[in-house]
């Protein structure tokens, strides 16, 4: 290879060199602009993927653009001409870099000087290449449609301004206008408020908000005061964002046959604002907080803008470009809305609830297991149940019966195989309480695209939509669901319950699972003689008080369980249009803790001791859930697989049962109720 050939390689390969290139080139065509669209852009290298990203939307919608590029550094500026792409113009900041800009730009952080920059970048295009106008976007902004519709909604006035349409008191300290989409024309008033907006940028342009400023931004407030010919949008798809259609604004999204329209308003161009690149699968879509994004704001914003940079990633590797630098240089565990990419999360986007379970199952809580899975079928709009089987006869029976919305792991690949490293003297139920955290930790671990996880023991059963569960949760790192039984039970036993507890894809959850998971590998045992200890269950009461942004459940319908309605005996349970009520809160989801299934149709309703099951509470809740028992195991009898393994509880045949019901007793109660209810 000639030497010459060799040093354009090593150029293109590692353009964050400079290799003594000057600076003062322009790549790309800068005459013939009268029937253009002009828009102007400052790619640094964290903003190049997007940059390419914001350029391909344009070719989308538009033949007659020209995207004009300031490039801060050598990486942006190489990659990009090596792109070679036919609508953008290149260029170094260098070209507009004035001594005060200079001066400047040793004194503020990267994002304050590109802020500043701003104005001298639209005034060097306006007045060095005679542009009629331009419109100004951060790297971040994409178009969905037509751009030519932010210049027809301008007209002939000097200067274009986009409203924030955020809430009161944000306006009021980060300015009423968004300066990420801004136009000026090339007119005497366009000039002069550019240059009022310049010299002011240049005095003072910082992210910390002072008196009545705000980097670059809280200045446009003036301008429609001070000068004349001003144009304020009213257009919503102009510069849509998170704070004017996500978490503010109850805007409606929804397509027809021209796109995506916001109310009636179609979306022009979105900005994915605090949007982090971590590498083509993981996303970091609102770094400020962690917001909920909506089945419609997923579907037609984010998956086609992660498309977009997906392919874009794609087109720099065969161009051979190394993607390192890139990428965010945070760690994706520190994101406060994280996304992964998969087909199973775009599943998951389909709907606006999507609902994430995980359970251990052994064979004698098989029935019990598949009971919940039906309930969640009937209950919940979307969901997926993972599975963890305690040994190979529950293991085969799942996965030979096809769950579709389900997934089976065997307990030997739950966190490499982390049950070897219990102790042995375990029973297989200390080994069920052992294994809860550690199989949470794994779901999340490997499923890093679902964002929350909730385990429900396997003998919960829902009766209505889990939805409030949700609703309760909300914006909190974790929830813990109370007892709410007797003050013995509480003392021996805990005042939570470990049955039902929520975990999210978050810094501060994880880190309390992590904690309740190395406390039950190294003790997890059936001992109520321990004053600070009962299973994995006791350790959940240090919780509050050991970390933050908690959740207790306190709910009536969630969680109800024999511990808090039969032993108390306060609660009352009736039947509504449908749904069982306890003290007039919906039944979510009843726990339906140490029930026996002895025969196909006797069981023992709690193992324990004699309570006094109410007649409401044996009609409205139990029977229903005999019946999926037994329905359940009358289905897998035909299939022969009670021929294989034992469905029913083993018990020794000594065993007397304390709370005893045959299901042929409850079902003339049942008719009898009904025809009381009726008379």
């Known amino acids: 290879m000639e030497l010459s050939s060799l040093i354009r390689y090593f150029q293109l390969k590692y353009p964050i060199l400079n290799w003594g290139q000057s600076k003062s080139e322009v790549i790309g065509k800068t005459s013939d602009n009268d029937d253009s669209f002009h828009f102007c852009v400052i790619a640094s290298k964290d903003y190049t993927i997007k940059v390419v990203a914001q350029y391909e939307s344009l070719c989308t919608h538009s033949t007659k653009f020209k995207l004009w590029v300031c490039c801060i550094d050598?990486?942006?500026?190489?990659?990009?001409?090596?792109?070679?792409?036919?609508?953008?113009?290149?260029?170094?900041?260098?070209?507009?870099?004035?001594?005060t800009l200079r001066t400047i730009r040793n004194q503020r952080k990267q994002n304050e000087y590109c802020w500043t920059l701003k104005a001298p970048l639209i005034h060097y295009l306006l007045t060095t290449f005679k542009l009629k106008s331009i419109v100004y976007c951060d790297g971040d902004i994409f178009f969905f449609s037509d751009p030519g519709e932010i210049f027809k909604e301008w007209g002939k006035a000097s200067v274009y301004l986009c409203p924030q349409r955020d809430v009161d008191w944000v306006e009021k300290k980060y300015g009423r206008f968004q300066a990420g989409l801004i136009g000026f024309r090339n007119d005497d008033n366009g000039l002069k408020s550019l240059k009022w907006w310049r010299n002011r940028c240049e005095e003072w342009?910082?992210?910390?908000?002072?008196?009545?400023?705000?980097?670059?931004?809280?200045?446009?407030?003036?301008?429609?005061?001070?000068?004349?010919?001003?144009?304020?949008?009213?257009q919503l798809g102009i510069n849509a964002a998170p704070w004017n259609c996500v978490y503010n604004n109850n805007f409606t999204i929804h397509t027809n046959n021209n796109g995506v329209l916001i109310e009636?308003?179609?979306?022009?161009?979105?900005?994915?604002?605090?949007?982090?690149?971590?590498?083509?699968?993981?996303?970091?879509?609102?770094?400020?907080?962690?917001?909920?994004?909506?089945?419609?704001?997923?579907?037609?914003?984010?998956?086609?803008?992660?498309?977009?940079?997906?392919e874009v990633i794609q087109v720099m590797k065969d161009k051979d470009i190394n993607m390192d630098s890139f990428y965010s240089a945070n760690d994706s565990s520190h994101a406060r809305t994280y996304y992964k990419y998969?087909?199973?999360?775009?599943?998951?986007?389909?709907?606006?609830?999507?609902?994430?379970?995980a359970t251990i199952i052994s064979k004698e809580y098989l029935l019990k297991g598949l009971a919940l899975y039906q309930s969640l079928t009937q209950h919940a709009d979307a969901f997926h149940l993972w599975i963890c089987s305690m040994d190979n006869e529950s293991y085969n029976t799942l996965v030979n019966l096809g769950l579709e919305h389900a997934t089976i792991l065997p307990v030997e690949a739950v966190g490499d195989n982390v049950i070897s490293s219990i102790n042995h003297d375990r029973s297989l139920k200390e080994s069920c309480w052992s294994m809860k955290a550690p199989f949470i930790h794994h779901v999340l671990e490997q499923y890093k695209e679902i964002d929350h996880l909730v385990y429900c023991d396997a003998d919960m059963y829902f009766f209505s939509n889990p939805k409030p569960i949700f609703d309760e949760w909300a914006k909190y790192s974790i929830f813990l669901s109370t007892q709410r039984s007797t003050k013995p039970v509480e003392k021996i036993h805990g005042i939570y319950q470990a049955g039902l507890i929520g975990f999210k894809q978050e810094k501060n959850s994880l880190k309390i699972l992590n904690w309740w998971r190395e406390k039950c590998l190294e003790w997890c045992y059936d001992s109520p003689h321990d004053e600070e200890r009962w299973g994995d269950q006791k350790y959940l009461n240090r919780i509050p008080n050991l970390f933050s942004n908690i959740k207790v459940i306190k709910h009536e319908g969630i969680d109800a369980a024999p511990w808090n309605m039969v032993m108390k005996e306060e609660q009352k349970v009736s039947l509504h249009e449908g749904s069982v009520l306890v003290n007039n809160h919906e039944l979510v989801c009843f726990h339906f803790g140490s029930l026996l299934m002895v025969q196909k149709n006797k069981f023992d309703l709690w193992k324990l001791e004699k309570l006094p099951f109410?007649?409401?509470?044996?009609?409205?809740?139990?029977?229903?859930?005999?019946?999926?028992?037994?329905?359940?195991?009358?289905?897998?009898q035909s299939k022969g697989i009670t021929k294989q393994t034992n469905l029913l509880t083993t018990i020794p045949s000594t065993y007397t049962p304390l709370n005893p019901i045959m299901l042929e007793h409850l079902e003339k109660a049942y008719k009898l109720y009904q025809s009381d209810s009726l008379a």
């Not at 190489?78 to 004035?98: A, C, G, P, R, W």
């Not at 980097?215 to 407030?221: A, H, I, P, T």
């Not at 699968?281 to 400020?288: G, K, Q, T």
């Open 614 to 636: 109410s007649k409401s509470i044996l009609l409205n809740i139990y029977y229903p859930y005999l019946l999926t028992l037994r329905q359940l195991y009358t289905d897998l």
């Open 74 to 99: 050598s990486l942006a500026y190489e990659t990009l001409k090596k792109l070679n792409l036919e609508h953008m113009i290149l260029f170094y900041v260098e070209q507009l870099e004035d001594q």
């Open 264 to 310: 009636k308003d179609p979306l022009i161009a979105y900005h994915f604002a605090c949007f982090s690149i971590y590498n083509p699968d993981e996303y970091d879509l609102w770094s400020l907080d962690s917001i909920k994004l909506s089945r419609a704001h997923k579907k037609y914003m984010y998956e086609p803008y992660i498309e977009k940079i997906r």
């Open 342 to 357: 998969t087909n199973f999360r775009k599943r998951m986007d389909e709907t606006d609830h999507f609902y994430c379970f």
């Open 205 to 234: 342009c910082f992210a910390e908000p002072d008196n009545n400023r705000f980097g670059d931004q809280k200045y446009l407030d003036k301008i429609p005061e001070l000068f004349s010919n001003i144009k304020i949008s009213t």
